[in-house]
């Protein structure tokens, strides 16, 4: 067997997608308390996908506290501001959503893990429809 040997840099690498605008589904959202900071969060597994039909999983964390755009964002997207605008969201209100977001790649400070994609907004402007969005994840003749 022949190959082209990789550093495990280069693998990792490899699997990252570039920063850009993708469409995503929410396969899973639990209501979590933050390890770091003791305050409730909603933890979210997000599947995003590609124009070519390829799709990975990644994990959001939505806290009041921080990034506060992108939970006003991502309740606007998902069509439950009017519950974010009354000061409260479940885990559950998020499951089965779908929209756009934007990608980007987080690096490890301490270099002792590799890079990573990760979710830095979800697209408000120019929003799909969310009906038209899952009709089209589940549309075999849509590229995504």
Not at 4 to 30: N, R
């Amino acid at each position: 067997m022949k190959f082209v040997p990789k550093t495990e840099k280069q693998i990792a690498e490899a699997g990252l997608w570039e920063k850009g605008k993708y469409p995503f589904e929410i396969l899973e959202a639990t209501d979590e308390v933050s390890k770091n900071s003791g305050k409730e969060m909603i933890k979210l597994k997000v599947k995003i996908f590609k124009d070519s039909g390829a799709s990975q999983n990644i994990f959001d964390y939505l806290l009041p506290d921080t990034m506060e755009y992108k939970l006003r964002h991502i309740a606007e997207v998902c069509g439950i501001l009017a519950d974010y605008e009354k000061g409260g969201l479940e885990a559950y209100q998020f499951i089965g959503k779908t929209g756009y977001c934007k990608i980007g790649i987080s690096k490890d400070k301490s270099g002792a893990y590799p890079d990573k994609n990760s979710i830095s907004d979800y697209v408000v402007d120019g929003k799909a429809d969310p009906k038209t969005v899952a009709e089209a994840l589940n549309d075999d003749s849509v590229p995504f």
